[in-house]
């Protein structure tokens, strides 16, 4: 059988015992604390903590999974060995409080030996046996089904069942919640077969883990205790991969003679003969014994392997709405990326064939995974965007870390020039290590990730957090919210009163003031009492659901006193229509760009609306035009918008959840006709007419892989309508132009601008290179070396910068120091030939004594070194420094 009837074959069999087949779940997980889904059961993590109801006792799926950074970091393992994965299918069956160990280990037993046929002999499975200071008891029950089994097989118990502690065979989904132990099915691949217990759990490629019971019969307490669970649970997982590789690599079982390989099967293949076409290198399934000492043919096959990996995830991964880029599970997803090109270079791979790979795995895994076909333009584009921005990434970074090799001393590169690599030039340091290992060097890793944390240091001072000083003085739970529907003349008690430096803050009993929660502003407007008004200027709402409502520090207020609460409804207005609006173009960002779009965060104010979404690429004027139609196309149907509350289990599988948010029991679904279903606690307007008109201010990039739209509605739609009008009119005037006219005049006036530019450059590059050729020739010559000094007029650093080049490449000089005078200030470099730096003449020292003489700032290497200053310099002024 080949990888599609293993798996075929496995939910055919448990749809044969009564279980309900469902989808994988996406790679994009629900618990924020995971990267990636990393096991089938992480999409029934809510039914096992009880926070979601049971819907089918018995279920099987193939769920796809991706395990590479965090906890599961084997990226460096994948391609040099044969059986790790980042991407790979986990197939498993599950019991909800129906059939427990008996019937898990049955079923087991039976599809491996009476469906695929696994020679009996070679089987064998493990059971918890606690050791000292370990929980709960010997797993006896499942031990005598076991027992059981094999003596019904005519095979020895004692020799096929081994006991194993906490590590190997107690499952724990964390500190606490739902536990068990586990008992694992291995299979000995050895040529004899008669292996016994002496390779099960030796991390031996010979005797591979093949299937995972999980019997889930605790809940674990935060005392260190163990109850029992009220209704067990079986969760079991099996990789296809695995399976799948030892099916072919042993032909059915008959041939044993051949290295174990997840590889050989057809799950890789395709994309193997996909890359011998493209770079006419073969596999030929070797595998070294070293990393250092590798044959050609090993490095080929080990490039294969690491290729076809990686390019399974990142197809599997971006079709389901991960992007490649600079942070958590993005990054994880470039340097991926970045590896499998890395060893594609070393096939002599062609430049820009990785999206022809992505195609092999959609032709092949679509009719299984409809999803990568739905979404097939956005994978192909992805990966073809991140290749080419790579390629330059990667072409700039080599010539750079060549000059590093060749300054590098006592074989040691240093941190700061490995993290000047990383930072300045977005070169990944694992491919600086990579490189580094192929030239016999080492990197002082510990000095890197100093400086990286330095960096992450003062990020961390820069950025201004806005924080609640008072929220752990709140000692009342939620405020009841009725603003929904009352905004003004709502009676309410003062519960609290929270002075702080500033300002003071109240909480009442029930409010209609909106606290700033899901990117929404919170509420102002005044409070009224004993015949006062006091303006609100702000509403907050604690992680406890408590509203706290800011009023000025010297207010006299009283607990218990009765006040009268009024919401600035025009305001509240606006943040309602903008609110809205960032639901439909939410619904039109997925419609025109993809169902990969998802909200990465979000501003909802009255004068505004920002929203922040995975994307690959910048979108076009046409795309940004699509949006904007779309939207005011819903405005003007005037549709409604609806709001109810249902149970979170019972969320309509339409509806979008931010599974980066905490919801309780009871969710509030908002629908916009059939444009848009969220899950959202926010304030909204109550049909789209009421939205005016919709208009996008500005689309940028605020991180890689993450786009931002800021746009307007209602009545900062109107007034930014009326700018540009007015703009335009003046334009007009200005230039004694009609509406369609005034743009072809502004092209004019830059064309006309940049020929004068152009006329300009040539005579300053002229006069520049007769003075360099004056500093070349009066260039003095000290202790065998040729210094140079000269001072130019530049429009750019790069003017300069080439200037000094020139002069060493030519040998016209040893050292040259060279003064360019911009608008304001002046720049300078400072070169040194490999003469001069093997004389110990530093181009990055003698910088930082121009700094020191001229209040600047620069830096470098030995060879190269820039210096800024505040005033622009003469010859003379050169003249006075002693180098």
Not at 95 to 119: C, N, Q, R
Not at 368 to 393: D, S, Y
Not at 606 to 611: A, D, K, P
Not at 748 to 756: F, G, H, P, T, V
Request: with cysteine; proline share 3%.
């Amino acid at each position: 059988m080949d990888s599609a009837e293993l798996r075929q074959s496995f939910l055919n069999f448990f749809k044969e015992k009564q279980h309900k087949i469902v989808s994988s779940a996406s790679l994009l997980p629900e618990s924020p604390n995971l990267l990636f889904t990393n096991a089938g059961m992480n999409q029934f993590v809510p039914i096992l903590l009880g926070e979601r109801a049971i819907q089918f006792s018995r279920v099987a799926d193939t769920q796809k999974c991706i395990r590479a950074g965090g906890k599961h970091n084997d990226l460096e393992d994948v391609g040099f060995d044969t059986y790790h994965h980042t991407f790979f299918e986990m197939l498993g069956n599950w019991s909800f409080g129906d059939y427990f160990k008996k019937e898990a280990i049955e079923f087991a037993w039976e599809l491996l030996t009476k469906v695929w046929h696994f020679p009996k002999e070679r089987l064998y499975v493990t059971v918890y046996s606690p050791g000292e200071g370990e929980p709960a008891e010997f797993d006896w029950e499942a031990y005598k089904y076991w027992e059981y089994i094999f003596e019904e097989e005519g095979l020895d118990p004692a020799a096929h069942i081994l006991k194993f502690g906490k590590n190997e065979n107690f499952w724990m989904m964390g500190d606490t919640g739902p536990c068990g132990p586990c008992s694992e099915i291995h299979i000995d691949l050895t040529k004899s077969g008669n292996n016994q217990e002496q390779l099960v759990n030796r991390d031996s490629p010979f005797c591979i883990e093949i299937w995972n019971l999980v019997f889930m019969q605790f809940n674990a307490q935060a005392d260190g205790t163990f109850v029992p669970l009220k209704n067990k649970h079986v969760d079991t997982g099996m990789g296809l991969e695995r399976v799948a590789g030892i099916v072919k690599t042993t032909n059915n079982f008959s041939n044993f003679s051949q290295h174990p390989s997840n590889y050989d099967s057809n799950l890789f293949t395709y994309i193997f003969d996909k890359i011998t076409t493209l770079c006419g290198k073969t596999y030929r399934g070797t595998v070294a014994a070293n990393r250092e000492s590798m044959v050609e043919q090993e490095k080929i096959d080990f490039a294969f392997r690491v290729i076809a990996d990686h390019i399974r995830a990142l197809t599997f991964a971006i079709g389901d709405g991960i992007l490649p880029g600079n942070e958590g599970r993005h990054y994880v997803l470039r340097r991926i990326l970045r590896r499998a090109i890395i060893f594609a270079k070393r096939l002599q791979f062609p430049v820009g064939n990785f999206t022809t790979l992505g195609e092999v795995v959609i032709g092949q895994m679509a009719s299984i995974f409809p999803e990568l076909q739905r979404n097939r333009k956005i994978i192909l584009e992805t990966i073809g965007a991140e290749e080419a921005m790579f390629e330059k990434t990667l072409d700039r970074g080599i010539l750079l870390l060549e000059d590093i090799f060749l300054r590098t001393r006592d074989g040691e590169i240093s941190g700061h020039d490995a993290f000047t690599l990383y930072d300045t030039y977005g070169f990944p340091f694992d491919l600086t290590q990579l490189m580094a290992k192929e030239r016999g060097l080492k990197i002082n890793e510990k000095s890197f990730q100093n400086e990286l944390e330095m960096q992450r240091k003062r990020a961390r001072d820069a950025q201004k957090k806005s924080q609640i000083a008072v929220a752990d003085e709140v000692l009342n739970g939620a405020t009841q919210f009725i603003g929904y529907g009352e905004l003004e003349g709502v009676e309410a008690e003062i519960l609290q009163i929270i002075p702080t430096e500033d300002a003071t803050f109240f909480v009442v009993n029930r409010t209609p003031f909106y606290g700033e929660m899901g990117g929404e502003v919170g509420d102002t407007g005044s409070l009224f009492f004993d015949g006062r008004t006091i303006p609100i200027a702000d509403t907050l709402r604690n992680a406890q659901g408590t509203f706290l409502h800011k009023i000025a520090q010297d207010t006299a207020l009283n607990i218990g006193e009765k006040i009268i609460l009024n919401v600035n409804i025009s305001r509240r207005m606006e943040i309602q229509r903008h609110h809205t609006a960032t639901h439909i173009m939410h619904g039109a960002l997925r419609k025109i760009l993809g169902d990969h779009i998802k909200q990465c965060g979000s501003y909802v104010g009255e004068r505004g609306l920002r929203f922040d979404f995975n994307h690959f690429a910048a979108l076009t004027q046409g795309e940004l035009g699509f949006i904007e139609d779309f939207v005011n196309t819903i405005i003007l149907k005037n549709l409604s918008v609806t709001a109810k509350e249902v149970p979170f289990k019972e969320i309509p599988a339409a509806c979008i959840a931010h599974f980066n948010e905490k919801y309780g029991e009871i969710v509030r679904v908002l629908s916009i006709g059939d444009v848009s279903m969220e899950l959202c606690g926010g304030c909204h307007v109550s049909s789209t007419g009421q939205l005016g008109i919709f208009k996008i201010v500005k689309e940028s990039a605020i991180a890689a892989g993450i786009r931002r739209i800021e746009a307007v509605v209602g009545r900062a739609a109107k007034e930014y309508v009326d700018r540009h009008v007015t703009l335009v009119n003046e334009l007009e005037r200005q230039f004694s132009a009609k509406n369609d006219e005034v743009l072809m005049k502004i092209k004019q006036l830059q064309q006309a601008k940049n020929s004068l530019e152009r006329r300009l450059r040539t005579i300053l590059e002229k006069n520049n290179r007769q003075i360099f050729n004056e500093v070349c020739r009066q260039a003095i010559c000290e202790n065998d070396l040729k210094k140079a000094r000269g001072v130019f007029e530049i429009e750019t650093h790069n003017d300069l910068r080439s200037l000094g080049t020139l002069a060493v490449k030519k040998e016209a000089c040893d050292i040259a120091i060279l003064a360019g005078n911009l608008a304001e200030g002046a720049v300078i470099t400072v070169n040194c030939s490999p003469k001069g730096v093997e004389k110990n003449y530093d181009a990055s020292r003698i910088a930082q004594q121009i700094a020191e003489k001229f209040g600047g700032k620069g830096g470098g290497n030995p060879a190269f070194a820039t210096v800024n200053v505040p005033k622009k310099l003469e010859f003379s002024d050169l003249e006075s420094l002693k180098i």
